[in-house]
């Protein structure tokens, strides 16, 4: 069982930078594949980015690639995604989750479907 807590939302002109954390209980926690998603008011939640247990890989969703960069501290139980020059369409309540599956393909790990656990969300909002 894990549980998952995120902070670090909030008001942001455009162009601007936030940090996510998401904070893991559970001793296994390093042992899970662990992503982030948005949700904007009246869309499906969409895949943000993803990483595995060992922080070896990480994958990106194409609108934020280049902007947004998501890590693991194991140590700490906690996982992060720093996200830079931030844009009105990045508006959203944003969602961590894990998943205790691993060794799967990117494709496996940008499904909503795929993970078991989901923290409460954080909204970020960013003004033009």
């Known amino acids: 069982q894990v549980q998952l807590v995120e902070s670090g939302g909030g008001l942001v002109q455009a162009g601007g930078s936030l940090r996510l954390s998401c904070a893991a209980s559970?001793?296994?926690?390093?042992?899970?594949?662990m992503g982030w998603f948005r949700q904007a008011p009246g869309k499906e939640r969409d895949f943000v980015a993803a990483?595995?247990?060992?922080?070896?890989?990480?994958w990106y969703a194409d609108s934020v690639k280049g902007r947004f960069s998501i890590s693991r501290d194991n140590a700490k139980n906690t996982m992060y995604l720093q996200m830079n020059s931030l844009k009105p369409e990045d508006t959203a309540v944003y969602y961590c989750?894990?998943?205790?599956?691993?060794?799967?393909?990117?494709?496996?790990?940008?499904?909503?479907?795929?993970?078991?656990?989901w923290g409460q969300g954080t909204q970020v909002t960013v003004s033009s």
């Open positions: 989750a894990a998943t205790p599956s691993i060794g799967y393909s990117v494709s496996t790990y940008r499904r909503v479907t795929e993970y078991d656990y």
């Open positions: 559970g001793r296994t926690f390093n042992m899970y594949t």
């Open positions: 990483i595995p247990w060992s922080g070896s890989s990480t």
